[in-house]
T-cell receptor
Framework: ETGVTQSPTHLIKTRGQQVTLRCSSQSGHNTVSWYQQALGQGPQFIFQYYREEENGRGNFPPRFSGLQFPNYSSELNVNALELDDSALYLC???????????????FGQGTRLTVV | GNSVTQMEGPVTLSEEAFLTINCTYTATGYPSLFWYVQYPGEGLQLLLKATKADDKGSNKGFEATYRKETTSFHLEKGSVQVSDSAVYFCALKDPGFQKLVFGTGTRLLVSP
């Protein structure tokens, strides 16, 4: 086990609703990244948080937003859900000092989001 | 932009067979290269990595060598087990930025 925990493990939402996914990073890690993995595809980078600020973003619309808290845990929020948002959402924690990585990314087990 | 291409699966093998999963990449600069494994219903686990040309990453009998001249990082194992059945992802990361770029994954099925 990696020590990265995500909640909930499964979630079903209706199109147009909003959802919040949560991630607790591994002890000693200060960085959280979020990825979207559609069925049969590789994970796609959504964004990263470092020291409570967004530290890079992938090609996702603004309705995907996030937060990082002082204890380095993080939330991913998705507004106005669309059917194509159905996917496994993965959180990865790591440790950075400035731009220098101290560790590799450790992934949680993911949250399976289904939009109907 | 940076990208990773993996061989399509599924790869179906009998136990104790030799495994190769091909991975090539396109990147500017000198990325780090990774193999991650995903077992059914689980997240990703780092299997091995290499950070510079000619480095060999190894773990649990799996190996991959960073080949800059062919921009490849093929995964190999000499004798697979049923428990190796999973989806394997090749990935790269630019130095100085923590974003991982993944391939589409290759499913490995090992039968007894």
């Amino acid at each position: 086990e990696t020590g990265v925990t995500q909640s909930p493990t499964h979630l079903i939402k209706t199109r147009g609703q909003q959802v919040t996914l949560r991630c607790s990073s591994q002890s000693g890690h200060n960085t959280v990244s979020w990825y979207q993995q559609a069925l049969g595809q590789g994970p796609q980078f959504i964004f990263q948080y470092y020291r409570e600020e967004e530290n890079g973003r992938g090609n996702f619309p603004p309705r995907f937003s996030g937060l990082q808290f002082p204890n380095y845990s993080s939330e991913l929020n998705v507004n106005a859900l669309e059917l194509d948002d159905s996917a496994l959402y993965l959180c990865a924690s790591s440790s950075l000092t400035g731009t220098v990585p101290n560790t590799e990314a450790f992934f949680g087990q993911g949250t399976r989001l289904t939009v109907v | 932009g940076n990208s990773v291409t993996q061989m399509e699966g599924p790869v179906t093998l009998s136990e104790e067979a030799f495994l190769t999963i091909n991975c090539t990449y396109t990147a500017t600069g000198y990325p780090s290269l990774f193999w991650y494994v995903q077992y059914p219903g689980e997240g990703l686990q780092l299997l091995l990595k290499a950070t510079k040309a000619d480095d060999k990453g190894s773990n649990k009998g799996f190996e991959a060598t960073y080949r800059k001249e062919t921009t490849s990082f093929h995964l190999e194992k000499g004798s697979v087990q049923v428990s190796d059945s999973a989806v394997y992802f090749c990935a790269l990361k630019d130095p100085g930025f923590q974003k991982l770029v993944f391939g589409t994954g290759t499913r490995l099925l090992v039968s007894p």
